[in-house]
C-alpha cells in the first residue's frame, strides 16, 4: 500500500466510527474529539490513541468494544489496538465544528 | 487499558433492590403524609412527624443514594466497592431496620421498640459505613471530591450514634440535657454533615460530567469543604461542651459561605456547560441546587428570630427540614435517578449488544412523558406545602399530600419500567448509525 492509500484507508476508518454514538451526548465520538490519533500499518493492523471526556468516563469500555466491533464487522480480519490515554486532557476546543453544531453551539 | 474503570462497577443486583425499596417508601411517604393529617402543622416533635421523616430521610432518600453511591464509587474513588456481599447484606439489614424504626416512632413506642430499632439501624448503617470506608482505603483517586463523600459518611455514623443515644435515654434515662437539645443536634449533622457534603461530593463529580464542562476551579470547593466541616465541628463542640448562644450565630455564617463556594462552583459548570439544552434529569437537578439557599435562609431567621409565637416556630422549624429533605435532597434524587438508573440498566441490558445491533438509548427505557408530569405535579405539591406550612392552611398540606401520591407513583411506574425492561432489538437506522 502507498502512503497515499493508508491515509485514505485512516480517513475511511474515521468516518466509519462517526457511527459510535455516545449514548449520553447522543453525538459521534469522532465530531466530539475523543480519538486522538488513528495509525493503519498498511496490512492489518489499527492503532487508535482514544480519550474520554473524564477519566473515569462510565462508558469508557462501552466506548472501546463499540470501536473494536464496529471495525471488525468491516474487516474481519483486522487487529484493532486501544492505547487509552488521557494527555492532553480533553477539553471543548477539540469538538469539531460539525460536533459544535449538533451541540447547538 | 489505564483510566477505564467501568470494571469496577459492582452487579446491578447491589444496585437496583435499593432503587425499589427507596420508590416504595417515597409511596409510604406520601401515604404516611395523607394519614398524618394535622400533625403536620404541630410541634415537629410529634411521633407522626419523626416516623414521616426517618422513612423519608432513611427509607427513600439514604437508600435511593446508597444503591447510587455504590455505582458511583467507582467514578469518585476510582476503585471497585469493597465488598459486594456486605453490600447486599446491609441493604436487607437496613431494609428491615428503617421499617421497625418508623413503626417504633409511628405508633410511638418509645420505650419497648425503639431502643431496639434504632441499635439494628446504627448497626446496619456501620456496615455501610465499613464498607465505603474500606473502599476508600483502597481508593486511587483521592481529591477534594471523594473526601467529601468520605466525610459524609464519617457524619452519618456520628448522626446514626447520637439518634441511637437519644433513643436508649428513653429506655434508661443516663442524658443530662432534654431530648430536644440532642435532637437539634442529630437533625443537623444528619441533613448537612450527611447530605449536603454528600450532595456536594457526588455533585461536582456527576454535574460537570453531565453538562459535560471542563476547566472548573476546584478550589472553591475546598474552601466549601473547610468552611461547612468548620461550622459542623463549632457546632459539636458548642452543643456538647460549650453551649454559648453567640457561637450560634457563627455556625449558620460558616455553612452557608461553604454552600455559597459550592453553588459556584456549580454556576462555572453551568456557564461552561457544552451541553445546552438540560434534559428532565438536569432540569430537576439544577433546580435542586437552586433550592440549597432555602434551608439556609430560614436557619438564619430562626437563629435571629426571638419575638415569634411558638406555634408559628414549630411550623418555621418544620418548614427548615421539609426545605432540604424535600426542596433539595428529594428533587434532586428525583432529578439524578433519570440520569443514573437508565444508564445502569442500559450497560447491564446491552452490554454484550454493543457494536453489534442498533440498541434503544438509556432515557428510551423510562418514559419521559410521565417523568414530565412528574415534575409539574412535583411543584405543586412543594407549592401546596409551602403555602400550607408558612399560612397553617391543613387544606394546602392535604392538596400536597395527595400531589405527592401521585408523584411517587408516577416515579414508580418509570423505576419498575427501567428495571423490568427487556432487552430490544432495533433494525439499523437509514445512515446504518448503531449507538454504542
Known amino acids: 500500500m502507498t502512503k497515499q492509500e493508508i491515509t485514505e484507508f485512516e480517513l475511511e476508518t474515521l468516518e466509519l466510527l462517526k457511527n459510535v454514538m455516545d449514548p449520553e451526548i447522543e453525538i459521534n465520538i469522532v465530531d466530539l474529539g475523543l480519538i486522538y490519533k488513528l495509525n493503519f500499518d498498511g496490512k492489518d493492523n489499527i492503532d487508535i490513541d482514544l480519550t474520554f471526556s473524564t477519566p473515569s468516563c462510565p462508558l469508557g469500555e462501552t466506548i472501546v468494544t463499540s470501536i473494536k466491533e464496529t471495525i471488525v464487522q468491516k474487516h474481519p480480519s483486522f487487529c484493532v489496538n486501544i492505547n487509552v490515554v488521557f494527555e492532553p486532557k480533553w477539553s471543548t476546543a477539540l469538538v469539531s465544528e460539525e460536533g459544535k453544531k449538533l451541540l447547538g453551539l | ?436
Open chain 2, 1 to 436: 487499558m489505564n483510566g477505564l474503570k467501568t470494571n469496577n462497577a459492582p452487579h446491578i443486583s447491589v444496585i437496583t433492590p435499593h432503587f425499589i425499596f427507596g420508590a416504595i417508601s417515597l409511596l409510604i411517604l406520601a401515604v404516611l403524609l395523607i394519614l398524618a393529617d394535622e400533625n403536620l402543622l404541630q410541634a415537629y416533635f410529634n411521633t407522626k412527624l419523626i416516623a414521616i421523616t426517618h422513612i423519608a430521610v432513611l427509607g427513600w432518600a439514604s437508600m435511593i443514594v446508597f444503591g447510587a453511591l455504590y455505582q458511583l464509587i467507582p467514578v469518585v474513588f476510582e476503585t471497585a466497592l469493597y465488598s459486594e456481599k456486605l453490600a447486599k447484606v446491609t441493604f436487607w439489614f437496613s431494609a428491615f431496620s428503617v421499617l421497625f424504626l418508623s413503626y417504633s416512632f409511628w405508633v410511638g413506642s418509645y420505650v419497648s421498640l425503639l431502643p431496639y430499632a434504632s441499635v439494628c439501624m446504627f448497626l446496619s448503617l456501620l456496615l455501610f459505613v465499613v464498607n465505603v470506608g474500606l473502599t476508600y482505603r483502597n481508593a486511587t483517586l483521592k481529591n477534594v471530591k471523594s473526601t467529601f463523600v468520605i466525610t459524609s459518611v464519617f457524619w452519618l455514623l456520628i448522626t446514626e450514634l447520637i439518634g441511637t443515644v437519644i433513643a436508649l435515654n428513653f429506655k434508661f434515662n443516663f442524658l443530662t440535657e432534654i431530648h430536644l437539645h440532642y435532637l437539634k443536634i442529630h437533625a443537623s449533622i444528619g441533613l448537612i454533615g450527611w447530605f449536603v457534603l454528600l450532595i456536594i461530593g457526588v455533585g461536582s463529580t456527576l454535574i460537570p460530567m453531565f453538562l459535560i464542562s471542563h476547566e472548573l476551579k476546584e478550589k472553591k470547593l475546598n474552601y466549601a469543604y473547610y468552611l461547612i466541616n468548620g461550622g459542623l465541628l463549632i457546632a459539636v463542640v458548642n452543643w456538647f461542651l460549650i453551649q454559648k448562644s453567640e457561637i450560634d450565630y457563627l455556625i449558620p455564617l460558616l455553612i452557608i459561605g461553604g454552600v455559597l463556594f459550592f453553588i459556584s462552583f456549580i454556576y462555572d459548570s453551568y456557564k461552561k456547560r457544552l451541553r445546552k439544552k438540560l434534559d428532565v434529569g438536569m432540569q430537576y437537578s439544577m433546580l435542586a441546587i437552586a433550592a440549597i439557599f432555602m434551608p439556609f435562609i430560614i436557619i438564619g431567621f430562626i437563629v435571629l428570630s426571638t419575638s415569634f409565637e411558638v406555634d408559628f416556630m414549630f411550623r418555621i422549624i418544620t418548614f427548615y427540614g421539609f426545605s432540604i429533605i424535600f426542596g433539595l435532597i428529594t428533587t434532586l434524587i428525583l432529578g439524578q435517578t433519570y440520569k443514573t438508573l437508565p444508564f445502569i440498566i442500559w450497560l447491564d441490558k446491552y452490554k454484550k449488544l454493543i457494536g453489534k445491533t442498533k440498541t434503544p438509548l438509556p432515557r428510551e427505557l423510562y418514559s419521559e412523558k410521565i417523568a414530565n408530569i412528574q415534575i409539574i405535579i412535583y411543584f405543586v405539591f412543594i407549592a401546596a406545602f409551602v403555602i400550607g406550612l408558612l399560612f397553617n392552611q391543613l387544606v394546602f398540606i392535604k392538596i400536597g399530600s395527595y400531589a405527592l401520591l401521585v408523584v411517587a407513583f408516577l416515579y414508580n411506574v418509570n423505576i419498575f419500567k427501567m428495571i423490568t425492561h427487556k432487552v430490544k432489538f432495533k433494525e439499523n437506522d437509514e445512515t446504518g448509525n448503531h449507538r454504542i
